[in-house]
């Protein structure tokens, strides 16, 4: 999933788009308020359970408090984003590895890899752009190099010590999407900051993440995003990022500077939902839908009512 710099002082510093100032003419507003006030708004999503799943927690969540929320649009990036500006919708959760390096044109190295720090450096960059970013998770739906779990002993926990077993084992096998071979948090991201026996892998080719591939035996090792619900269901184990490769992915509602201005109940809303969705968590939301096959909209009532956001 899947970013600015341009200023003298450290950007890991700069402050949050919804801070409690509002003097600038490039800030987003801060949240107020608990109502909407009978207002019908649009949230778009992506075309996966997770973004599916985000957007039905956020649909149920502001329709408790006098909203009105359509979400029937579905698109991927960059779509989605030109939805978004254009007005055909009024919000939806984007990742912000993927604003970054897709939307802002920043390379790994550029950004923060700690997940706040991360959040607080696109939206301090979104704003001018009238982009307000609310609501940051926990969660970090990045990429990762899976292992069947069983395995850890002879592959290690890391991608430092997977590099060192490719070394004298170069015919092991790892699934990836092609974009993998290209990208540069990719084939070549792990050839120069792992270990340069990353490139002599035997690497396949996959339609989509390996989850499958790798608990099947097809392939040693795997590209899965990590919250991916075959991690879980397939008992495979994601090897540790130690020196940080991978885009931090944690997710952010964005909403139009002018519908936030209108509506600041929104970020006052789900900020707290949104502060509860850590990565374990979102994996087994995931795994409610995509494994056990339960409606989008149940499994994100459940998890609302659970968590006494709704009530039962």
């Known amino acids: ?18 801070s409690s100032s509002t003097s600038s003419s490039t800030s987003c507003p801060a949240g107020s308020g608990t109502s909407g006030d009978g207002a019908h708004l649009s949230i778009g999503f992506k075309p996966f359970a997770e973004e599916q799943l985000l957007a039905s927690i956020t649909q149920q969540v502001l329709e408790a408090h006098d909203f009105t929320i359509t979400d029937t649009f579905s698109a991927s990036d960059k779509a989605i984003g030109t939805a978004l500006t254009a007005g055909t919708i009024d919000m939806y959760w984007q990742y912000t590895g993927t604003e970054l390096t897709d939307y802002l044109g920043y390379s790994t190295g550029q950004f923060p890899t700690q997940l ?12 001018p752009r009238d982009i307000c970013w609310t609501s940051d998770t926990p969660f970090d739906d990045t990429n990762g190099i899976a292992i069947k779990a069983s395995e850890e002993a002879t592959y290690g926990t890391t991608l430092s010590a997977f590099g060192t077993y490719l070394a004298s084992h170069p015919s092991t096998s790892i699934c ?5 071979r290209t990208r540069p948090d990719g084939l070549a991201g792990l050839e120069k900051t792992y270990n340069q026996s990353y490139a002599n892998a035997n690497y396949v080719t996959v339609g989509s993440t390996a989850e499958q591939e790798v608990s099947s035996g097809q392939c040693d090792a795997g590209e899965v995003f990590t919250t991916d619900a075959g991690i879980q269901s397939d008992d495979l184990y994601v090897l540790q990022d130690n020196k940080n490769l991978f885009p931090p992915d944690n997710a952010g509602l964005l909403v139009r500077k002018s519908v936030l201005q209108q509506y600041p109940a929104i970020a006052v809303l789900m900020a707290p939902v949104a502060a509860k969705l850590d990565t374990p968590t979102v994996l087994a939301l995931d ?6 096959n339960e ?8 998890w609302l009512v659970q968590n006494h956001f709704l009530a039962g």
């Open 1 to 18: 999933m899947i970013v600015a710099l341009g200023v003298m002082l450290s950007p890991f510093a700069l402050a949050a788009c919804g």
């Open 116 to 127: 706040t720090q991360a959040f607080n450096f696109v939206q301090q960059k979104e704003a």
């Open 176 to 180: 990836i999407l092609a974009e993998f």
């Open 287 to 292: 795994v409610d839908v995509e494994v056990d």
């Open 295 to 302: 409606t989008v909209s149940t499994v994100a009532h459940t």
